[in-house]
């Protein structure tokens, strides 16, 4: 018996050119063990991408590995000493290396239990627990506040709109193309700026001048500019990635004067949230996520980028070209 995985082999300027499939035994679960078949796994492009290009700060690794970050599944077998999980049971992946393969093998405490092995439940546990924490443990999000998201149609920015929203705050939703524009009205954003019909920093200035109490900020470049700008007396902006800057992987320089000027007078800060530094957090996030679930408060949206592995690098291609809304997610 044999399952399929994605493995990085080399360093390349793509995701595609770095990777390819591989076919590997599949393991009997050892003691404390499970092995969980996975049904739905995550794409994260601009990491994926990053990863491919040997620039992620976290991760120093040489090729080959297999890579993939989150996916959902059932277990399929368990090894002696589970008494946590049972055979059927719906689980997660949600950290690096658990993401593009077929099934995985591991420590039952690895794997997170799920109520269900649907692409919204995997959505959820990954980039909904980057949400919820990014907005409310590093931003200190407080209800009734005005809050600014970037690539807001996006698989972290659209639950992040709706958690900001279930806080009664008053939301900024910034995202490229009517119809993203018209997907994050439908989720509840107050003012909603298509930055290919107006412009961010205008648009800031003119409306929300020194009135953004939390910026969750995914894009950076002028985005994260304008938010600076426009930040309340005791605002945060929260750095979660800076996809306008992987064009060449380096931040683009900037001639200016530093924003500690524009910072003090106003007791504003910029943060910076990285989710591998949170998994103690991790469980009470997604308890609060699936409990609101349940009750029909969040709605994930997913969209199914193709099914098995061999999908995935036009997968990643797409979310990099800004053509997918919701959580990317491959079927397996
Ligand atoms: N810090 C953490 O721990 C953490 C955890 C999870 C994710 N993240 C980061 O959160 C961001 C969102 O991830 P995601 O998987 O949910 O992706 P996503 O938001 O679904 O897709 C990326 C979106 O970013 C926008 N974008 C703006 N400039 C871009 C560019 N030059 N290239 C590509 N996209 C660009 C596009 O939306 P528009 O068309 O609306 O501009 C695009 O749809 C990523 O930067 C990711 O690395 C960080």
């Not at 009470?284 to 408060?297: C, D, H, I, N």
Request: include cysteine; charge should be negative; hydrophobic fraction near 50%.
């Amino acid at each position: 018996m044999s399952y399929r995985a994605i493995e990085q082999y080399r360093f390349a300027d793509s995701f595609r050119a770095a990777t390819r499939i591989v076919t590997l035994p599949l393991p009997e679960p050892g003691p404390g063990e499970v092995l969980v078949r996975n049904a739905w796994c995550g794409i994260n492009g601009i990491f994926d991408t990053q990863l491919a290009r040997d620039a992620v700060g976290t991760i120093r690794m040489e090729p080959p590995f297999l890579t993939g970050v989150e996916a959902v599944g059932t277990v399929e077998a368990v090894g002696a000493g589970v008494t946590d999980l049972a055979v059927g049971d719906a689980v997660a992946a949600t950290r690096f290396r658990g993401g593009y393969r077929e099934a995985n093998c591991g420590p039952a405490a690895d794997f997170v239990p799920l109520p269900e092995a649907s692409a919204a439940a995997l959505a959820l546990a990954s980039s909904g627990v980057a949400a919820w924490l990014a907005l409310t443990l590093t931003g200190a999000m407080q209800r009734g506040e005005t809050v600014a998201i970037s690539a807001a149609a996006g698989g972290l920015g659209h639950l992040a709109v709706q958690i900001a929203k279930l806080h009664e705050c008053h939301v900024i939703a910034i995202c490229g193309g009517a119809r993203k524009a018209a997907f994050v009205e439908a989720l509840g954003a107050d003012r909603v700026i298509d930055y290919r019909s107006e412009s961010i920093p205008e648009v800031l200035a003119s409306e929300y001048h020194d009135r953004i109490d939390l910026a969750l900020d995914t894009v950076g470049g002028e985005v994260f500019d304008a938010m600076v700008d426009n930040l309340a007396n005791h605002g945060r902006l929260v750095i979660s990635g800076w996809a306008s800057d992987m064009v060449d992987d380096l931040p683009s320089p900037v001639t200016a004067p530093r924003i500690g000027h524009k910072l003090y007078y106003k007791g504003a800060s910029v943060r910076a949230f990285m989710n591998a530094l949170h998994t103690a957090h991790w469980p009470a996030a997604r308890a609060a996520l699936f409990e609101r679930y349940a009750q029909g408060l969040l709605k994930p949206h997913v969209e199914v980028l193709g099914s098995g592995l061999d999908a995935v690098p036009a997968a990643v291609e797409a979310l990099l070209a800004g053509q997918t809304m919701g959580k990317a997610v491959v079927r397996l």
